[in-house]
């Protein structure tokens, strides 16, 4: 089978985020995705045009959309929850409002339809992975992890429509579907700091700290996150955190996609993971017969 | 009896009200002896939603230059809804009215409760002043005798 | 030929002083048809009405017009006036010529025509009038009241002691509603059970009341005066006449675990069971969905320990069919769950409860025997977080309303807890105080003075669980916004109150009105608070808007009241001026064409299909038919039916065209 | 349009700016109670929206002076659980372009600005975000020079900064849109 999706991997993931683009890039090949880049695309102006200026925090992602679908593209693939959030946010204002729509239109050249499906990470795997880890499994994720979506994945939930505002499971799945235990905890949704990374690193200390500590007071010994924003401020902010709680804390910090390429047995030159400030000192079991899991589930006691 | 000089033009104008709000409306402007002109005259209905819009016609048509409906505030309806079907229906009567070119400002509808004997005085005062400034419906009865009315008849 | 009498009123100097009466005297002399035409200075003294009654015989009057003040004032008397002379009082129109003429107008020709104008119009009138006699109904004195909450117990037992029957209706096992799942009653405190029970056992005692617990209704028909209302009997797998009520069935019925409805899922029943000890009938049912037999075909425990052999598993639903007078509408509220709240945890916090909840924990027969205890550990709180407004004035959750008791019952479990767990603390967030009844206010000052119940203001954002607490995070609004965070032993949401589960089911069997959230409209918010829009159907209680105890026990005597009065006669007598659908002779029957446009649009769905059958039994035609018993008079199918087969006496199509006509042809 | 809204008040304003209306807000402070960063802020969000209920001038420019503004991070937390659905996101992005507007950004918030303006300019010139460029852009402004210093040879060595930017063919047109925003309004 033929699978193919647009893909807008954004700035970060060129860059700060580099390790992100190359676990998408692994997973999709290992399952036989092609990602088509959304031609010269062009940033998509974040939190930045967003608080500034708010012809720009249309126009840039309209173009992007534009270029998309001059493309023929139906899906695209947005793994950076922030672009993921301004492209749908966009998408959706200019969609219901035909004025604003003719207003952008005007001043990107472009003639806007505004159908394209646009996805982020957890439902590019629930629609092209999911189903078909089973045999490619090699690797059993048998940790206890935290999943993290912070606040771009999910809100405003009327219009990203994830499937429970407060307490999300979508990722949650994923990782058990990996064998592994996820916690429950009430801060998957907080925010992490977002934008404010640099200009106020004391800020995102105190509220990445807050959700770090947390993670690993409930036992967890790895965070999972589909952002790169809350990548970056959760694993290169740790001193920052580490000076705003008082203590030190070495859990890692795990893309979705490459806790995926983790289980299927990938190098950590395919998952990226030796990019990271906080090591992924985690070793996975192979992944066995039924049965052998049990008896090891009553070994661990 | 009217002439087709302005000035000495005086209008009249008939009021189609339900019985429970207008009228005791009405009443209530007698009673605190507000004075309003004496164009207009009412005619009782049980509830706006009985008013069949023929009859506006049929005003028309015998001379009226001005019409006035109303009944209840939209939700104090005594029989809970017959205003608004009287509304709704209303609505289309006019669009038709509209379509077929006849001047909708000689119909007013309003809402006066029975507590609102201040307001009928203002409406019917307000009311005959549009209409005089109208002037005569005298075309407009015309187009209704030819065009709508014949077969309903004078009685 | 039309003979009619014309009496203008000068009312003292109220109408003459500005419209010369003697000229429309006269000038109404000449219209056509009018056989009299007189001016008097007091029509509605005993002497101006014996001169109508006079000219009435005299003239042989076929109708009369009386030119004086409003019908609103004076209709009553004159038509009076006509009946003791021998003329049908439906012959005789006031004409407005005070109110809408001379008291609103100055002295001059202009309101001398205007009242001659009137007048004309109203002798049009009556001259298409007919002689009319009023409708009555017989009355079937049976009441049907749905629901066995406090609500539906007070107002059976007003109906019962006033010498009427009573059928209840209730679809649970027991009667009592939330009552009797309350500890103690703002702003008395005293004991809800201690004064609920004895009702219970008094509306199973009464003989005028027949008591169908486990109940429904099934179909109602018919109108006021004579509903016919079919209740579905669901089987309780026992026979009830033979059933002692000795209980050792449920002692025995291995089936334990199912969470108990009474106790809010804090404590847990048998398949075969009573809800709670003082449940009225005290006689249990089994529950066929937990039922071990009914689900696998084994065990029959109960029905081998039973000593007098009540058990019926093979019994089936049936059906009872009543002829009611009246219905009484009392089915209640419910609270929203706290499943409802994503922020709090989506319920899955086991110590984050609702009111009810509380209310289980807080009451001496409760799963705790009235300690305060939390679910999850069964340890005794030392912190509690009371969240009011949960749900409520929420318009990002579907319910803009305050459901108007949670204001007074949190201050109650906040008191409650306090007097129980002397060295705790409980804090109450809260948006707006809402205590107005009697003794509320000086209530909540209680609790916060002499309770030191701690009063925050400010909604809570989350509350989360972390180490066997749980976390609050709100806001002191009177601080500037300032954070709060409590770490708490358990949270009490006071949840929403919301229409019952049903509500809409049942509303559409009855047709009567409900809005948006289901909760069941009165005729109207003032003046007809217990009735519905369907005539012979009343309201009573929290199925209306959720209401305290003292308020549903008032609607419910209200309602009880209206039921009585309406029962004070043998028959209905109704004013005659309604709608009919006209008929024709064969073969024709009527001009009506089936469209059934008047059926939508009737507000008190007083319109049905009447089929017209030939001697065989062939239908020749389906026309409207109208119910003279429900149609108000408000004439909307008159002027929606377009082959204008619907007419309405008293404001028929040949009296307002010929009022429109003669007003204007001077 | 605008003539009238020059005297009217910041709340007035707003509303026609967004159709977010202040008179709606409660006042029960869920907004605030949720907003992580809160404690941050000398008006929390729901504060914010009482001094827009009084309209009263003096309120009105202490919030387009405010650090709130610049410190809300836009993590919808408020709207997500705001009873009445008020769009405080929207707002806050309302406030932050008329106090650019109106000269009264908040002086010490002026590093958040420095941030947000830099990182425009770095798409400006190439279409995309040159993170190393941002960087160094937002220190000359910033006079931060220090700070951050030592991630750069870790984020170099993880191949995390690239040296060279990534230009878009189109970056005209891009830099176009940016003139574009200076005499449009929407
Ligand atoms: C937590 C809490 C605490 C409270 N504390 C107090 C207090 O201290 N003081 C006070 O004055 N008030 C208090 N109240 C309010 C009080 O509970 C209500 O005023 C009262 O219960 C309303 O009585 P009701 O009969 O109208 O409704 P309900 O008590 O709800 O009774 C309705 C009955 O109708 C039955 N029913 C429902 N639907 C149907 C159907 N379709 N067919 C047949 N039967 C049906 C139900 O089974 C139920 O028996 C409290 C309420 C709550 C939630
Ligand atoms: C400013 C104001 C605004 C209000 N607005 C509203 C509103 O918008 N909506 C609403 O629902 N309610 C409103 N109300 C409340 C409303 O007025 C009352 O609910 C209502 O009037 C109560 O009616 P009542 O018959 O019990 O008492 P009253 O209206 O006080 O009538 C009592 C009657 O008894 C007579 N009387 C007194 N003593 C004796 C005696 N010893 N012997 C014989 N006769 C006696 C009095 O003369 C009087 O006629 C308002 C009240 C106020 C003060
Ligand atoms: S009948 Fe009416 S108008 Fe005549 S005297 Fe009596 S009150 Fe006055
Ligand atoms: S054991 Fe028999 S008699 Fe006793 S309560 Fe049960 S059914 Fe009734
Ligand atoms: S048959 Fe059903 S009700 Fe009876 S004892 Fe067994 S489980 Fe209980
Ligand atoms: S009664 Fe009080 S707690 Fe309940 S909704 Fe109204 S204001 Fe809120
Ligand atoms: S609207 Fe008229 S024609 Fe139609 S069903 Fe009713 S009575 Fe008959
Ligand atoms: S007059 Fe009104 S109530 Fe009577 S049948 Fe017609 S619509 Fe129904
Ligand atoms: S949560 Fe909404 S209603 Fe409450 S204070 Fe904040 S903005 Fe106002
Ligand atoms: S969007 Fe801004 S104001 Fe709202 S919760 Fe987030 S940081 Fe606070």
């Known amino acids: ?301 | 009896m009217e002439t087709n000089n302005n000035n000495s033009f005086e209008p009249k104008v008939v009021a189609f009200v339900c019985n429970w709000c207008t009228y005791a409306g009405a009443d209530l402007t007698g009673t605190s002896r507000i004075k309003y002109a004496p164009n207009v005259k009412i005619i009782r209905f049980p509830c706006t939603g009985r008013i069949d819009y023929m009859l506006l016609m049929k005003a028309f048509a015998n001379g009226a230059d001005g019409i006035i409906v109303s009944g209840c505030h939209p939700n104090d309806c005594h029989y809970t809804s017959g205003n608004f079907h009287a509304r709704r229906r209303w609505m289309i009567f006019r669009n038709l009215c509209d379509f077929i070119g006849m001047d909708m400002n000689r119909v007013v509808f309003s809402w006066v409760s029975a507590a609102e004997g201040a307001k009928w005085a203002e409406i019917v005062n307000t009311t005959v002043d549009t209409i005089r400034q109208l002037g005569p419906a005298t075309s407009f009865q015309k187009l209704i005798k030819n065009s709508v009315f014949e077969e309903v008849g004078n009685e | 030929m039309a003979r009619i009498g014309v009496f203008i009123c000068h009312c003292g100097e109220n109408i003459s002083a500005t419209v010369d009466c003697e000229k429309v005297a006269k000038v109404a002399s000449e219209f056509p048809g009018v056989a009299v035409s007189v001016d008097y200075k007091y029509m509605c003294s005993d002497p101006g009405q014996n001169l109508v009654k006079e000219a009435i015989i005299e003239h042989k009057l076929t109708g009369v017009v009386v030119s004086a003040c409003s019908p609103r004032m004076h209709e009553p008397t004159f038509r009076n006036a006509c009946a003791e002379a021998g003329l049908n009082p439906f012959l005789c129109e006031m004409a407005n010529i005070r109110e809408h003429c001379s008291w609103v107008h100055e002295k001059g020709d202009a309101t001398t025509q205007k009242a001659i104008d009137i007048v004309r119009t109203l002798v049009e009138k009556v001259k298409r009038n007919e002689a009319l006699a009023p409708i009555y109904v017989p009355i079937s004195k049976t009441a049907v009241v749905i629901g066995g909450g406090v609500a539906g117990i007070q107002a059976a037992l007003d109906i019962a002691d006033a010498g009427h029957k009573v059928v209840m209706v209730e679809r649970e096992p027991s009667i009592g509603g939330h009552m009797s799942q309350l500890s103690e009653t703002f702003p008395t405190l005293d004991c809800s059970q201690c004064i609920l029970t004895p009702r219970m056992v008094d509306v199973a005692r009464h003989p005028n009341i027949t008591l169908y617990t486990y109940a429904e209704i099934e179909s109602v028909d018919g109108s006021i005066g004579n509903f016919n209302v079919k209740i579905r009997l669901k089987s309780k797998s026992l026979d009830e006449k033979v059933c002692t009520g000795c209980g050792a069935c449920i002692q025995k019925c291995p089936v334990k675990k199912i969470p108990s409805e009474f106790e809010q899922g804090l404590g847990m029943r048998t398949a075969i069971y009573v809800p709670f000890p003082q449940a009225v009938p005290n006689k249990p049912v089994i529950d066929r969905k937990n039922c071990t037999y009914y689900i696998k075909g084994k065990c029959k425990v109960c029905e081998i320990v039973c000593p007098t052999k009540a058990i019926r598993f093979d019994q089936e639903d049936s059906f009872v069919e009543v002829q009611a007078g009246a219905l009484l509408l009392a089915t209640g509220f419910d609270v929203l769950k706290t499943s409802a709240f994503p922020e709090y945890g989506y319920g899955k916090y086991k110590d984050v409860i609702d009111g009810l909840q509380f209310e289980r924990l807080a009451s001496a027969s409760g799963p705790t025997k009235g300690e305060i205890r939390r679910p999850s550990d069964g340890q005794i709180p030392k912190k509690i977080v009371f969240i009011a407004c949960a749900g409520s004035r929420d318009p990002a959750k579907g319910r803009e309303y305050c459901s108007k008791i949670c204001c007074m019952y949190t201050a109650k479990h906040a008191m409650l807890y306090k007097h129980k767990v002397h060295e705790g603390t409980p804090y109450i967030f809260y948006m707006d105080i809402r205590a107005t009844g009697k003794m509320y206010e000086e209530f909540v000052r209680r609790a916060i003075e002499e309770d030191e119940v701690k009063y925050i203001r400010g909604r809570v954002s989350q509350v989360y669980e972390k180490n066997g607490k749980l976390i609050v995070r709100g806001v002191d609004t009177l601080l500037m916004g300032q954070p709060v965070e409590i770490e708490a032993d358990m949270v009490v949401l006071a949840t929403a109150g919301i229409a019952n589960q049903g509500s809409e089911e049942l509303a559409q069997k009855l047709h009567v009105s409900y809005d948006k959230h289901k909760f069941f409209s009165e005729a109207h918010p003032k003046l007809k608070p217990v009735e519905t829009n369907t005539a012979g159907i009343f309201l009573a209680g929290a199925c209306q808007s959720t209401k305290d105890i003292p308020e549903t026990v008032a609607a419910a005597s209200g309602a009880a009241a209206k039921v009585v009065g309406l029962f004070s006669n043998d028959m209905l007598k109704r004013d005659p001026l309604i709608a009919i659908v006209k008929k024709s002779p064969p073969p024709v029957y009527s001009s009506c064409t089936g469209c059934f446009m008047c059926i939508q649009v009737c507000p008190y769905q007083a319109i049905d299909k009447e089929e017209i059958k030939d001697r065989n039994g062939n239908i020749i035609k389906t026309i409207s038919h109208i119910n003279p018993g429900l149609c108000q008079g408000c004439g909307t199918c008159v002027a929606f039916c377009k082959s204008k087969s619907i007419d309405i006496l008293g404001y028929n199509h040949d009296q307002v065209y010929a009022e429109v006509s003669a007003l204007l042809n001077e | 349009m605008s003539a009238h809204s020059e005297n009217s008040s910041l709340s007035a304003k707003l509303h026609q700016a967004t159709e977010v209306k202040s008179a709606k807000c409660y006042q029960c402070g869920k907004c605030s109670a949720g907003c992580p960063l809160s404690t941050e802020m000398e008006y929390p969000p729901s504060v914010i929206m009482r001094m827009l209920q009084t309209e009263d001038l003096k309120n009105d420019r202490k919030i387009l002076k405010s650090q709130t503004i610049w410190v809300c991070v836009s993590c919808e937390m408020c709207l997500s659980r705001c009873p009445m659905e008020i769009d405080i996101p929207k707002v806050m992005d309302f406030m932050r372009q008329k106090s650019i507007a109106e000269g009264l950004s908040n002086p010490k918030s002026k590093n958040i600005i420095r941030f947000h303006k830099a990182f425009l300019d770095s798409i400006k010139y190439t279409g995309r975000l040159h993170e190393i460029s941002l960087v160094a852009d937002y220190k000359m402004r910033s006079m931060h020079l220090t700070q951050d210093v030592m991630m750069v040879p870790k984020m170099l060595s993880r191949g995390k900064l690239p040296i060279l930017p990534e230009i878009i063919k189109d970056k005209k047109k891009v830099s176009g849109f940016f003139k574009k925003s200076e005499h449009t309004n929407f």
């Open chain 1, 1 to 301: 089978m033929q699978k193919k999706i647009g893909y807008y991997p954004g700035c970060s993931l060129e860059g700060s985020a580099r390790e992100y683009n190359e676990s998408v890039q692994t997973l999709a090949k290992a399952f036989d995705v092609t990602l088509e880049q959304v031609p010269d695309w062009n940033c998509c102006g974040a939190t930045a045009a967003h608080n500034l200026n708010k012809v720009l925090s249309f126009a840039l992602p309209a173009r992007i959309l534009a270029n998309a679908e001059k493309a023929g593209m139906e899906n695209i693939l947005v793994p950076c929850a922030a672009c993921y959030n301004r492209l749908s946010m966009v998408q959706h204002e200019l969609g219901k409002n035909e004025s604003l729509r003719n207003e952008v239109n005007a001043i990107i050249e472009a003639d806007l339809k505004c159908n394209l499906k646009i996805l982020n990470i957890i439902q590019f795997i629930q629609m092209f992975i999911s189903d078909f880890v089973g045999d490619k499994q090699q690797l059993l994720f048998n940790k206890k992890v935290a999943c993290y979506y912070g606040c771009l994945l999910v809100r405003p939930n009327d219009v990203l429509g994830f499937d429970r505002a407060e307490d999300p499971q979508m990722m949650d799945e994923v990782m058990k579907s990996l064998g592994a235990d996820t916690i429950d905890w009430p801060f998957k949704t907080e925010c992490c700091g977002a934008g404010l990374s640099v200009s106020r690193t004391d800020i995102v200390g105190n509220l990445s700290g807050r959700i770090v500590k947390e993670a690993a007071d409930r036992g967890a010994e790895a965070i999972i996150v589909a952002c790169p924003m809350c990548h970056s401020n959760l694993d290169m902010r740790r001193p920052a955190i580490e000076k705003a709680i008082g203590e030190k804390i070495d859990i890692p910090v795990i893309y979705i996609s490459q806790a995926i390429d983790m289980a299927l047995g990938k190098t950590q030159k395919e998952t990226g993971i030796n990019r990271h400030f906080v090591p992924v000192n985690i070793e996975l079991k192979k992944k066995e017969a039924e049965p052998q899991v049990v008896i090891e589930k009553t070994e661990e006691k």
